[in-house]
């Protein structure tokens, strides 16, 4: 069992740089890919960044954050980041973290089974 908890969301204007973090308890968290998703009111759910277990050798983005975010992780510390820069106002949402007990990485939302509760990013124009 993973319990993950999300922080650092906020209000920032365009241009703009914000850190999410998502820490998780429980053993073993290194084993886990944790995938970082956004939610904009009125919209689906929809993939941002992901990276692997162990080594978190594996790194994907989605087109439309790519050069922008970057996703890493501290397994020291049980915790995934989500370093966002220049950010726009098109990237206001609600951002959660999703983990899976597994290598691989993946951008669909059933993949994972434990999801935090979700911090509001606002960007202003």
């Known amino acids: 069992q993973v319990q993950l908890v999300e922080s650092g969301g906020g209000l920032v204007q365009a241009g703009g740089s914000l850190r999410l973090s998502c820490a998780a308890s429980g053993r073993a968290f290194s084993s886990y890919s944790v995938g970082w998703f956004r939610q904009a009111p009125g919209k689906e759910r929809e993939f941002v960044a992901a990276?692997?277990?162990?080594?978190?050798?594996?790194?994907i983005y989605a087109d439309s954050v790519k050069g922008r975010f970057t996703i890493s992780r501290d397994n020291a510390k049980n915790t995934v980041y989500l370093q966002m820069n220049s950010l726009k106002p098109e990237d206001t949402a609600v951002y959660y973290c999703?983990?899976?007990?597994?290598?691989?990485?993946?951008?669909?939302?059933?993949?994972?089974?434990?999801w935090g509760q979700g911090t509001q990013v606002t960007v202003s124009s």
């Open positions: 999703a983990a899976d007990y597994s290598t691989r990485t993946y951008t669909y939302t059933s993949a994972y089974d434990y």
């Open positions: 990276i692997s277990g162990i080594i978190g050798g594996s790194l």
